[in-house]
């Protein structure tokens, strides 16, 4: 149920009446009758959380006193009469905020009321608000009830709800009053049998005053004799239904929503109501703008009253209000709409109103290929009229991140704003960017990078698996590898799980794939930190002679979370060149001055050294720097072992970046098995060359064996 009013206004008020506040629990027996006892005119009596039996030994009075009843804020109260509430004596009754469980009432004769006046003086008032009633079984008489000899001054019904109830609600019964209102109320499962007396849910005999029935919702409110409706004022009094619904079950659609001698009625909708030219409303009182019609509830039959974004009765009622209890018209909200919610209004993606201006904002995690637009909905459903912008196609995220969307409902958003209706600005990412895959690929991945500026660490989330590589790439912008140039780098990463051939490397910055500078595997342990620190060289590419730092993490999972942070990347001067030499079992490893590469003057990055081989020889390269050791391939010995074919005297090249068609080598060197062996005819262009171990002779330009088979180039 809706607060309507706040303990601390209730209290505020007591304090400036100079009047008690009364606090109770449920831990006294008749603890409601006892304080009400007790209290004075102007008390306010709180009641704290729990369920209140009130025993059959005397009434709930109010004796001449002006006592309101309330539940402590935020608690829920259950009031259980076993005799009626009774005013007397001009009293004046307010309730706030409790329920009422009328299925334990004791008959005690004809006036087994809830709410009663008691015989005599006049000026009893009654007031309820927030207030609940369901159980009441009585046949003869209702929840509130008067007489001609039990009167009523005045009674006002806001934000309450009564349900699951046997006969009327509210009986005024010869009474004269001054005013009934009744708003912003749901009376709904109010049943009847056929031997019960002529009476409607709210019925009304008073023989003077004045009735306000408005915003008040009428759900299953069943009136067997159908000669009557749910609310019924057969008498002189010129009542006042406006903004209301009235709406049956379609098992028992029959009879009247409105039986009224005189008055108006207007900006009602009636439901499943045959009387009256299927209107349900009686030709007594003046109707204006009425409609009939399915309210559209999202669940009446599981009393869920709420209306879709559908419904007639939205925008129906008096200066374009909308007809009904107003705690069943969900609030028409701007929500961000996409693939990522499967297009339907998802409360985790509700716009939030800027403080000044028209303007909405949500921040988020979008990814690379999401799809969205803005919608107004109530959270249960989206009209056809309420997409923006409507016509256009949907926004297209180019790259996941974390976002703040801006959206303007009038489409004054400005140059820069999609269709004038959005703006979405991703996160300040500093010198981090994320790249997956590519621009060939018709599938992105879904995995995306954050950064916090403050923590400067930046993080990966591996969202899906993906055949092939750059399943989740990053590269770090902040300074380009230039030709030649040194840089010391240094990061530490963290990840949730192992992950391994991590690789770090200088690229293009045009991001061609496998235009590699230079590079170093190595894997992740999880939740262990890993520290890289090193010295790198640029080394000039295939595409160009600068490059961005990239983190390739290729062989990740969906699942993975790989922290990056300690980052730094400046340039520094470079240490001396490492010499390289070739070692092996001829040398005992060790790195002698007669086998020292050259540096190539036609290859960069390139090194050959020609040398006498023989069949059997272990070989490998190690380069030395700064006293440091680094052997090509990694470790100790386990090096190329030499066959006949390659023998001799022999061009050895050496990379220290490696060649993967060098792979029968070892992957960083390669021997050239092709040799001349001598001219034959200079004249006649021939020449005998030796090719892994076999002579063959080329005779211009065309190459035959010894036989004088030709051979295929």
């Keep these: 149920m809706k607060k309507v009013f706040s303990l601390c206004v209730a209290l505020l008020t007591a304090w400036a009446m100079n009047a008690a506040v009364i606090n109770i629990n449920n831990g006294t027996s008749d603890a409601l ?6 209290a004075a005119s102007g008390d306010v009596i709180v009641m704290a959380a729990g369920t209140y039996e009130e025993s059959n030994s005397d009434y709930i009075a109010f004796t001449g006193k002006d006592v309101t009843v309330m539940a402590e804020e935020g608690a829920e109260v259950i009031v259980v009469p076993k005799v009626p509430v009774r005013l007397k004596s001009g009293a004046r009754a307010e309730f706030i905020n409790i329920k009422f469980d009328c299925g334990h009432l004791s008959d005690m004769g004809s006036y087994s009321e809830i709410i009663v006046p008691a015989d005599g003086t006049e000026g009893k008032k009654v ?19 008067t007489r001609s000899d039990r009167q ?3 009674l006002v019904i806001n934000n309450c709800y009564f349900h699951d109830n046997l006969y009327n609600c509210v009986n005024l019964k010869y009474a004269s009053i001054s005013g009934l209102v009744i708003k912003n109320s749901t009376f709904a499962n109010i049943t009847t049998d056929a031997n019960a007396p002529s009476i409607g849910v709210i019925d009304v005999q008073a023989t003077a005053g004045s009735v306000l029935i408005d915003h008040c919702t009428f759900y299953n409110a069943q009136a067997k004799n159908t000669d009557y409706g749910a609310i019924k004022i057969p008498n002189t009094i010129a009542p006042v239904v406006s903004n209301c619904i009235f709406a049956m079950p379609e098992e028992y659609a029959d009879g009247r929503a409105v039986y009224v001698a005189d008055g108006e009625v207007k900006n009602c909708l009636t439901y499943n109501y045959t009387k009256d030219d299927n209107t349900g409303i009686h030709s007594g009182p003046t109707v204006t703008d009425c409609i009939t019609g399915d309210p559209k509830f999202v669940d009446a039959a599981n009393a869920d009253y709420r209306v879709d974004a559908a419904s007639p009765v939205l925008g129906a009622g008096t200066e374009g209000s909308d007809l009904g209890d107003q705690r069943w018209i969900p609030q028409m909200e701007y929500y961000l709409v996409g693939n990522m919610t499967e297009w339907v209004a998802d409360p985790k993606f509700k716009l939030v109103k800027a403080a000044e201006g028209d303007e909405y904002t949500i921040k988020l995690t979008l990814f690379a290929g999401d799809e969205f637009k803005v919608a107004k909905s109530d959270g249960l459903s989206i009209s056809d009229a309420n997409w923006f912008p409507m016509a256009a196609e949907n926004f297209k995220v180019k790259a996941s991140g974390e976002y703040t969307v801006y959206f303007d409902p009038n489409g004054l958003g400005g140059e820069d704003w999609y269709e004038g209706y959005i703006l979405a600005e991703g996160a300040n990412l500093g010198p981090w960017d994320s790249w997956f895959g590519d621009a060939s690929w018709t599938q992105e991945t879904n995995s995306y990078i954050t950064f916090d500026p403050a ?14 590589q750059w399943l989740a790439q990053v590269k770090y912008q902040g300074i380009p590898a230039e030709d030649g140039k040194c840089y010391h780098v240094a990061l ?8 391994n051939d991590v690789t770090l490397k200088w690229q293009d910055d045009n991001n061609v794939p496998n235009v590699i500078y230079e590079n170093q595997t190595i894997n992740l342990g999880a939740n262990d930190e890993y520290v890289y620190d090193e010295v790198v060289k640029g080394v000039l590419g295939e595409k160009g002679s600068t490059g961005l730092l990239v983190l390739d993490f290729g062989y990740a999972s969906a699942g993975d979370v790989i922290e990056i942070y300690g980052v730094i990347i400046e340039e520094t001067e470079c240490p001396e060149p490492p010499t390289y030499y070739l070692v092996g079992s001829m040398t005992e490893w060790a790195a002698l001055d007669e086998y020292r590469f050259t540096e190539s003057a036609e290859v960069a990055g390139e090194f050959t050294l020609e040398t006498q081989l023989e069949a059997g020889m272990l070989l490998k390269v190690v380069g030395i720097s700064e006293g440091e050791e680094t052997w090509y391939p990694a470790g100790f010995q386990d090096g190329y072992e030499v066959d006949a074919a390659h023998a001799g005297l022999k061009t050895v090249y050496f990379r220290p970046a490696g060649n993967e068609d060098w792979a029968a080598f ?25 090719r892994d171990g ?15 088979q030709k051979i295929a180039q």
């Design 33 to 38: 009758r006892k304080a009400l006892g007790g």
């Design 152 to 154: 009523l001054d005045s």
């Design 492 to 499: 530490k990463m963290k990840a949730n799980n192992d992950i």
């Design 694 to 708: 076999q002579v063959f002779i080329q005779i211009d330009g065309k190459t035959y064996n010894v036989l004088g």
């Design 666 to 690: 070892g992957r960083y060197i390669y021997i050239d098995a092709t040799q001349a062996v001598s001219n034959v005819n200079e004249a006649a262009n021939t020449n005998r060359y030796l």
């Design 127 to 145: 007031i309820l608000n927030g207030c609940e009633f369901y159980g009441w079984k009585q046949k003869s008489n209702a929840i509130i009830h």
């Design 455 to 468: 923590a400067e660490k930046a993080t990966v989330y591996i969202r899906e698996n993906k055949n092939g």
